[in-house]
């Protein structure tokens, strides 16, 4: 069904306001494991919660998962320890990226990064237009910038009609962690 010669390595990127970005890339995952293929994920921030994935990864063999942020900006006492967490982040993203062991590679919340200034889009699209040219690369997070939509394959734009907080509704396990 897919020729070598049809094979390219994709840049995705979910986005948007909406809820969907991070269980999307998850579903690429389960896909993709489905197929017998090595993945990486490295998440950017780190939630107050434990989340199913996070517990599920690591009976995963073929799955290795890093959990590289702190917790969310408003819960920090010190931003300086965020920054070196997001920059640390970005060091194993690079080191995976490169190392030829992954056909799938995902990178959560990375977009929170920039908002802080702790990455810059540039710095990142210069990784990504030298990827393996095999590996497909997932971003996730609100507001990705320009520059990297530009390059990107995929872009897909998550948008919030409805969303059950907004009605008082706190997050569920198994929906939301
Ligand atoms: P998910 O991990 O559920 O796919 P996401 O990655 O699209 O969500 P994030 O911006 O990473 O969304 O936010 C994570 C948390 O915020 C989730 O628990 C999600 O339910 C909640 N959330 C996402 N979108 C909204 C929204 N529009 N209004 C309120 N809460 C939201
Ligand atoms: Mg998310």
């Given amino acids: 069904m897919n020729s070598t010669a049809d094979k390219k390595g994709l840049i995705l990127v979910f986005t948007g306001p909406g809820k969907g970005k991070t269980t999307a890339a998850l579903g690429i995952l389960f ?89 810059t889009p540039e710095e990142v699209l210069e990784v990504l237009s030298k990827k393996p040219k095999d590996l497909h690369i997932v971003l996730t997070g609100r507001n990705c910038p320009n520059l990297i939509t530009d390059l990107a394959d995929l872009v897909t734009n998550v948008e919030s009609p409805k969303h059950p907080y907004k009605n008082g509704i706190p997050a569920q396990l198994g929906i939301d962690y």
């Fill in 31 to 119: 896909r993709a494991l489905g197929r017998g293929m090595k993945c990486g994920v490295v998440q950017f921030l780190k939630g107050k919660w434990e989340t199913g994935e996070r517990k599920f990864a690591k009976t995963i063999a073929e799955l290795d998962f890093h959990v590289m942020g702190l917790g969310f900006t408003w819960e920090s006492d010190d931003i300086d320890k965020d920054k070196k967490a997001a920059r640390l982040a970005w060091k194993k993203s690079c080191d995976m990226i490169f190392s030829e062991n992954y056909k799938i590679l995902i990178l959560d919340e990375i977009t929170y990064a920039f908002h802080y200034g702790w990455l």
